[in-house]
């Protein structure tokens, strides 16, 4: 029998998001993918969905409903079970900037280019490409996987620097500039989306007027405007842009940056590629054990 | 990574192919020990100087009949007269010719037996630097006794491979006449170029030019060494940005990057290409792909050009006409004339750079971007133009507003592609 996840109130930005849509760089669109994927994995895996199944990625409260089968529902891994036609509130994140809820089945919105998460720029994807709000009606997968208990440990500690490599623009940018962005401390500004966290702190000068010829991308990329401001690409980037890039957060520490509240101190630490590939290769040990 | 540069044996032989002088970055010029007279060399450093060849001289053991593969005995003190001799007249020709000549390079027995003996490799040095002065590139084995002598001469030294020779385990050449010792197949050929070209310890290759299927073995040399040459940059630990050589062909380039295994997705941007991986999984040397390319011409574009209609009524068409002296009118009108090109795809979903824009309305960006910019403003920034398929923040300068237009669908993706053609028309 069909199931429904039915959004009755929303406190903060939601939207429906997934492992992303990999491979569609090449027609001017982002990667997507959760904001914090260790979350999204410690959710979706305690109602023994994949790891990367499309779910609730929220930065605020919510009141939902399950409607039409009895449900399992986790919350960032913490599941319980709802009664057909129950409705229960998710508090705000706690601790994390974003939080995560999972549906048994996962939730079965069209896959669009390879992925279910909403891109709100292109009003692609997820629930009719938007914001979800109340009286939206979310369609749920067939459940039945084994759940299984992922452990966060460190992953998303919030005092431990985020590792980067540097360049490719390093040249670019003054000595002095290269010493700011591995000794000072920044901050998380809140104007920050899925499109880019903003830091606030010494300001990277560079003088570089931005070529304006545009160049690749990537998640993680730490673009700097013409004011100094870096800005750590999103899921959601643009996939060309003009800043240069002064260093690159490791794929191993998306989700330990982006869980990162706004006013949360970042420092950031040089590795090697060896030194970023060994980090990934734990991190897909932890977080992807069975899929 | 510095760049590893072809050397080819050449005016050694009647009836040599000229396309080798295309193909090579040195040309080691026969200069009468082993091969060549003066007419051979004549035509040799009128190619060089035809295709931009660097010249360099080929001294030998005096022995045409054997071709220079036989150790003779000879003294020192005569093997440097003779090599002194053969070089300058080598030397003589060039000057006239006004060709400079760069490297010296012995042949044959005299290449082996020079870099068994120290007091032979002074000989051949001493020679060298008698007929062509101190700044001469020195090409010879990578270890032994001629890099010494010509270190301790001050000569610059470049430690040669063989792209067409077979080695041992032991990474030693297979002797010629023994099975393997030459190789003539170009795959081969390619794997040899990437292991030694890459490996650290040499900083030339050579491609001999008696070997058979010289032309196409150099082809492949030299294609594969240029794409090696090209700048390749760490994006993170998931990305790789490659320096795109201008005229490479930037569809097929795409295509070429994508289909490489492990490969998840290759973007091309102005200057760039990019490809992108899982960090657990990074492809092997992607620049090899463009090597294909980068000396073969594109297939010709089957697809018609896409025609654009639009309404001329941006914002900033004022502020363009009054910043390039001309009226809205020409603005319009020049903008509307040509046919552009898709140089990119890239910044949002299905957004197309289009070039190039006529030079009299080229415009910066604007100096603060707008926060929104509505779908389907037709903007143009430096030499592009393009159409916003969403409502977004830009930083172009808005002319106008196409009408009818999809620049995406969740379907197919972005509808102009690399290499499409656009025609814009102008609707009153």
Known sequence: ?291 | MTECLLNIDLGELPGEDEQLYTLAHVANIACGGHAGDDASMRRALESCARHGTRAGAHPSYEDREGFGRKALEVSPEVMRGQVAGQCARLARLAASQGVPVRYAKPHGALYHSANASAELARAVVEGVVEALGRSITVIGPGTGALRDAARAAGLAYAREGFADRGTRPDGSLIPRGQPGAVLTDVARARENTVRLATGGTVDTLCVHGDTPGAVELAREVRATLDALALRAEALGDGALRLALPEGLERRSAREALCALPRVVDAVITEEHACVYFDPDAPPEEPRLALARLLHVPPPPDARPPATLRVRYDGPDLEAVAARTGLTKDEVTKLHAAREYTVRCVGFLPGFAYLGEVDSRIVVPRLATPRTRVPALAVGIAGGRTGVYPFASPGGWHLIGTALDFTAFTPEQGAVLRLGDRVRFERVD
């Open chain 1, 1 to 291: 029998m069909a199931g429904w996840l039915d959004i009755m109130g929303v406190g903060a930005p939601t939207t429906v998001q997934d492992a992303g849509r990999p491979g569609q760089m090449h027609h001017g669109v982002p990667p997507g993918g959760a904001w914090v994927p260790e979350l999204l994995a410690l959710a979706n895996r305690a109602v023994g969905n994949p790891w990367g199944a499309a779910a609730l990625e929220t930065f605020g409260k919510l009141e939902l409903r399950g409607r039409g089968r009895r449900t399992r529902v986790s919350v960032d891994g913490r599941t319980f079970s709802v009664a057909d036609g129950e409705v229960f509130t998710v508090p705000a994140p706690e601790s994390a900037s974003v939080r995560y809820v999972a549906v048994d089945g996962g939730l079965a919105v069209p896959e669009m280019l390879g992925g279910r998460g909403t891109l709100l720029v292109a009003r692609l994807g997820g629930h009719q490409g938007r914001l979800l709000r109340p009286g939206d009606a979310l369609p749920l997968g067939e459940g039945g996987g084994t759940p299984e208990t992922l452990e966060l440990g460190d992953a998303l500690d919030v005092t431990a620097p985020i590792r980067v490599m540097l360049g490719p623009d390093l040249e670019r940018f003054g000595a002095a500039t290269r010493a700011s962005l591995l000794a000072d401390t920044f901050t998380v500004s809140p104007a920050s989306d899925r499109v880019g966290m903003r830091l606030r702190g010494t300001a990277l000068a560079h003088g570089d007027e931005g070529a304006g010829t545009s160049r690749p991308m990537v998640r993680g990329a730490i673009q700097v405007t013409l004011s100094g401001e870096p800005i750590v690409l999103g899921p959601d980037h643009p996939t060309t842009g003009g800043y240069p890039l002064i260093a690159t957060v490791i794929h191993a520490d998306w989700g330990r940056l982006c869980a990162r509240r706004p006013g949360t101190p970042v420092r950031f630490v040089a590795v090697s590629m060896r030194g970023a590939r060994e980090a990934w290769r734990q991190h897909l040990e932890r977080f992807r054990p069975t899929v």
